[in-house]
């Protein structure tokens, strides 16, 4: 018998044992085809959150490959490692030689500087933002503003006082409460009002240096800056979206701020609390009733109506009480106990009192305590340990598209280069000239042992000046507005400027490369490091994934549950086939020894239980493939939701995951299925091998 009649010959057997023993091959086929299903969906699964994860993180701040010191104590992890910004990965002293090595490498599309630092701000407090509201009055000539806002401060005054008051029972300092508390009373009095409308000037410098200082320090909010070349980092990074201002003009220094942080840390209290519980009751469908977090929330909420009530002019004072008291049906009520109702929210109230808020409340208050246009005032700790603060002005708010709700993405602020490594500590060839100048200017000698006292601390003339300047007092500010100061400060800070040759000759500490085609990136790779090493530069260059830190490993972990999960159910399929298989040679047992009496070869015996096999696990293999290959195309259209959770917002690249299937996937997912059910075939096909023709008589008997 010829090789393709043998073959003929099988597949026959093969199909009508199979279709003798459907019931059994049934079940079998239908364990293959539920393993093929779900190999193909994991995998096409995985394939695309892999996809959508390269996308966001790629697309976000991390470039295809990061350049960082080759020396570094730690591993890069733009996204935050196990101790954040304090993580040491060194330093590029230059970013001029890395550019220069890889700008005009055939894969390369840009090359962007980079370096991550943390910083905090010192958000202001209700005082501080209505002194700064009279101050901006009072120089625009403004006196009805002023009014209105001094009758503020005498509200948040009066709470002040009132909390100082509380304070005498607890304290053994009593003379400085009442030495407040005195302050207190100067500014309530009438002729403090005098006062102030004569001289506005004057009683704001009171009231800035005497006054201010009792109410204690705003809250202070952590930011995760990326100093970058803006022009360069806004064109190639595709995420970025500017959703409101500018952006920050060519060569000037300023900031872009996230509108992911924004919202969270700057955005007025109340407002943004709102948001929160009106995303998750009205947008999610949680129940505070059935939530006991939400539900507390929502229990604090009416406790800070102050914040409202304090922010709100005088005339829409009046326009915002009239409308809660036909809003709330309280036509007794003032202001104060209207806020308090209005933010007592349920179930049933929640989603009309959002849509009044943001109609008839917000436009009157201030939402954002950093305003576009205005300097923030960053500060940070250098890298030799001092504290170095810095105004930066703020042009504008961005997102990185489809990533709007994810914290991870969203917890990057950008601010240009050369403000970046001030706040870093990293000195300019400016900055080291204009230190030179000085050292040259300043005189020095040297002094001996008996005179050093002296020229540290003046001779006798000196140290009696001195005491004569303490009798009378010092104030370091006299003659000066300090208001005034501040502006001028701020007004240095906008003009500050810089070039294209500024930003490449400094210090970086890693560089972003943006590849022309993702599909080149293990040759890019080692194009890459082949040409830092080529410069002798100490640096080395990884993907995007590890150097996403622990963020880029999330995938290693999906990666590992999917194939264990899968693995259990091809161990348990494994088994099944294979006593199915077994029981099935036994009650084949006759039919068998008839074949080998009759002269089938024991090759021929197992070869045909093999064809079995294989062409069942085609059959089925193929079903479950094309199973998953519909319903993954199911999942395509109507997409696979993150559920809010901000990891998978990140790793899905978006809200929900748009899946796909390859055909690579698919057959992938038969071939496994086939090899699976060979390997379970192997022993009952030793066992239909291992039967004698005589056992086909006795069965007969």
Same mark, same amino acid.
């Given at each position: ?6 073959? *003929? ?209 705003? $809250? ?45 840390? =700057? ?85 009309? *009192? ?62 240009? =280069? ?77 003009? $500050? ?20 085609? *993702? ?72 039919? =068998? ?8 070869? $024991? ?83 030793? =066992? ?14």
């Amino acid at each position: 018998m010829t090789g393709s009649a043998s073959l *003929r010959l099988l597949a026959v057997l093969a199909l009508r044992n199979l279709w003798t023993h459907r019931a059994k091959s049934l079940v079998v086929g239908a364990l293959m085809a539920l393993g093929t299903f779900l190999l193909v969906l994991g995998n096409s699964l995985l394939a695309s959150v892999e996809v959508g994860m390269e996308r966001s993180i790629t697309g976000s701040i991390a470039g295809h490959m990061q350049v960082y010191d080759k020396h570094a104590k730690d591993e890069l992890a733009l996204f935050g490692g196990g101790m954040m910004a304090s993580d040491d990965i060194g330093q590029i002293s230059s970013f001029a030689p890395v550019k220069a090595a890889l700008k005009d490498l055939p894969d390369v599309q840009a090359v962007v500087p980079m370096g991550i630092t943390m910083a905090t701000v010192a958000l202001p407090g209700e005082l501080e933002l209505t002194l700064t509201r009279m101050r901006e009055a009072t120089h625009q000539g403004d006196a009805t503003s002023r009014t209105r806002l001094f009758a503020q401060v005498l509200q948040i005054v009066a709470q002040m006082k009132k909390d100082t008051q509380h304070t005498l029972s607890l304290t053994s300092d009593v003379a400085r409460v009442e030495q407040d508390v005195a302050i207190f009373d100067h500014v309530t009095a009438p002729e403090f009002t005098l006062f102030l409308e004569r001289t506005p000037l004057e009683a704001l410098e009171y009231l800035d240096t005497k006054l201010a200082p009792l109410a204690g320090d705003g $809250r202070t909010a952590y930011m995760r800056v990326l100093g970058t070349d803006l022009d360069q980092f806004t064109k190639e990074f595709d995420r970025f979206v500017l959703i409101e201002g500018q952006l920050v003009p060519q060569g000037k220094s300023g900031m872009l701020l996230s509108r992911r942080y924004r919202d969270e840390f =700057l955005k007025n209290p109340v407002a943004r609390d709102l948001d929160k519980l009106y995303d998750a009751v009205v947008v999610q469908g949680h129940r505070l009733a059935y939530d006991a977090k939400l539900r507390d929330q929502a229990r604090r909420l009416p406790a800070q109506y102050a914040r409202i009530t304090y922010d709100v002019s005088a005339e829409a004072a009046a326009k915002l009480e009239a409308a809660l008291k036909a809003e709330l049906k309280l036509p007794d009520a003032n202001l104060a106990d209207l806020m308090k109702a209005f933010l007592t929210i349920d179930d049933n109230n929640l989603a009309a *009192r959002h849509a009044f808020f943001e109609a008839q409340i917000v436009p009157n208050i201030r939402e954002y305590t950093a305003e576009i246009g205005k300097p923030l005032t960053l500060r940070s700790f250098t890298k030799s340990g001092y504290l170095k603060a810095v105004n930066v002005p703020i042009y504008g708010v961005f997102d990185f598209k489809g990533l709007e709700s994810s914290d991870l993405a969203g917890g990057q602020n950008l601010i240009d =280069l050369p403000t970046f490594r001030e706040l870093f500590g990293a000195m300019s060839e400016a900055q080291r000239a204009e230190l030179a100048a000085v050292k040259a200017r300043v005189a020095t000698r040297d002094v001996g042992r008996d005179d050093a006292e002296a020229a540290l601390f003046g001779d006798a003339a000196d140290i009696q000046g001195v005491q004569a300047q303490a009798a009378v007092g010092f104030d370091e500010f006299s003659g000066e507005a300090l208001g005034d100061i501040k502006k001028a400060a701020e007004a240095a800070t906008a003009d $500050r400027r810089f070039t294209a040759v500024d930003i490449d000759n400094g210090l970086v500490l890693t560089a972003a490369v943006v590849l022309k085609s *993702r599909d080149r990136l293990v040759p890019a790779l080692q194009a890459v490091q082949g040409a830092l090493d080529q410069a002798k530069l100490e640096l080395k260059v990884v993907d995007w994934q590890k150097a996403a830190g622990l963020v880029g490993q999330v995938i290693w972990v999906i990666r590992g549950i999917l194939y264990v999960a899968i693995g259990i159910i091809f161990l348990v399929a494994l088994f099944i086939i294979h006593n199915s298989m077994v029981i099935a040679t036994i009650d084949r047992t006759s039919e =068998l020894g008839t074949m080998r009496a009759i002269g089938a070869q $024991r090759l021929f015996v197992v070869t045909m239980f093999i064809a079995e096999t294989l062409v069942l696990g085609l059959i089925a293999g193929i079903v479950g493939s094309a199973l998953a290959g519909l319903f993954v195309g199911y999942l395509g259209q109507v997409g696979l939701s993150a559920g809010g959770v901000d990891v998978l917002v990140f790793v899905f690249s978006g809200p929900r995951l748009y899946p796909s299937v390859s055909l690579m996937h698919q057959l992938a997912g038969v071939a496994t299925i086939v090899v699976v059910s060979l390997i379970a075939t192997f022993y009952p096909a030793l =066992l239909a091998n291992s039967v004698p023709p005589v056992v086909a008589m006795q069965a007969k008997e």
